[in-house]
């Protein structure tokens, strides 16, 4: 995973900033730990060296203190945030919406603490690399399995009435199986305890924090995340997997610019062999219009499954 340095991205026509977030980088050479951390703890879990780096986190490996076999994942927030209330109310969110789910594509919460100061969550290891990375090398053999394997786990969300919100390649692991997992819960948002009074009187942001890439359009226009909004930004994952391109509507100039027949040209030059019904799927979930995609990842699971291509294969995540 690469550091993307911070950034500006201002839509055209619209008055919402979008911020660049800094990516996550699991190479030790574009940070360095910090050594009070190393063999500190929080409780029994014993961190041990860093393996990932995020804008507002970094990663240990860790160990518990009765099993030095056992691999732990301990996200502590970085050093310079260490008293912003925003952020760390935000990371404590994060802890409580893992606490929520079991699936074997996300990773399980374990205990809620401090190190050094800093807060400090410890989760269930999920092994692999990331898919982001694993594009841009040329390695990603299975590109229909790994966009099916997160769709399925982002599907899993949307059943519990939980939006991501920052989905991403960056934010998706790939082990040696083909088996996807999905990260960085801080910007998820729980549809079921947002009231009808908050919809209603909810304050239009002046800025969001999200790659611009994967945004979508109604997001720039004020309205509020939505499973809708996650099957966008699951669209553009797919299309970054099967064309290496994003999606027109993705440019920053191109924000209402439909698909048009060289878009499917795209698709069948990156995938000579490719059901055009997949491509059809992926371009769906990229429609400017929300009410044009499909409402929540579910149903485009559901749809994804009926495709021979991917019924006969058991569940990647």
Request: charged share 20%; proline share 7%.
């Amino acid at each position: 995973m690469v550091v993307v340095g911070h950034g500006l991205n201002q839509a055209t026509a619209d008055t919402i900033q979008v911020i660049a977030e800094p990516g996550e980088t699991r190479h030790h050479a574009l940070a360095m730990p910090d050594a009070a951390l190393i063999n500190a703890s929080v409780g029994p879990y014993i961190l041990r060296e860093l393996i990932a780096v995020g804008g507002t986190a970094e990663v240990y490996r860790g160990t518990h203190r009765d099993d030095s076999r056992s691999t732990y994942a301990v996200k502590v927030i970085r050093q310079e945030l260490r008293t912003d209330a925003v952020k760390i109310k935000a990371f404590a969110n994060e802890f409580a919406f893992l606490r929520r789910f079991s699936h074997p594509g996300i990773p399980q919460a374990w205990r809620y603490g401090e190190v050094q100061g800093r807060a400090a969550m410890v989760m269930g290891h999920l092994p692999g690399q990331n898919l982001g990375q694993v594009c841009l090398s040329g390695k990603a053999k299975d590109p229909i399995g790994f966009f099916h394997g997160l769709v399925e786990v982002v599907a899993h969300l949307h059943e519990q009435q939980v939006v991501h919100n920052d989905l991403k390649l960056d934010n998706v692991l790939v082990d040696g199986h083909g088996r996807i997992g999905l990260v960085d819960f801080g910007n998820a948002k729980d549809q079921a305890q947002e009231g009808l009074f908050a919809r209603l009187f909810r304050r239009t942001p002046t800025q969001i924090f999200a790659t611009p890439t994967y945004v979508a359009p109604e997001l720039l226009r004020g309205k509020s995340p939505s499973k809708a909004s996650d099957v966008y930004s699951l669209g553009v994952c797919g299309w970054l997997l099967l064309t290496g391109k994003p999606p027109p509507s993705a440019e920053p100039n191109q924000r209402q610019t439909p698909v048009t027949s060289a878009d499917h040209d795209m698709f069948r030059r990156a995938q000579p062999g490719l059901d055009p019904r997949v491509a059809s799927l992926v371009k769906r979930c990229t429609s400017i219009d929300p009410k044009s995609r499909f409402p929540d990842a579910q149903i485009l699971a559901a749809n994804l499954a009926q495709l021979p291509m991917l019924s006969s294969r058991r569940p990647r995540a």
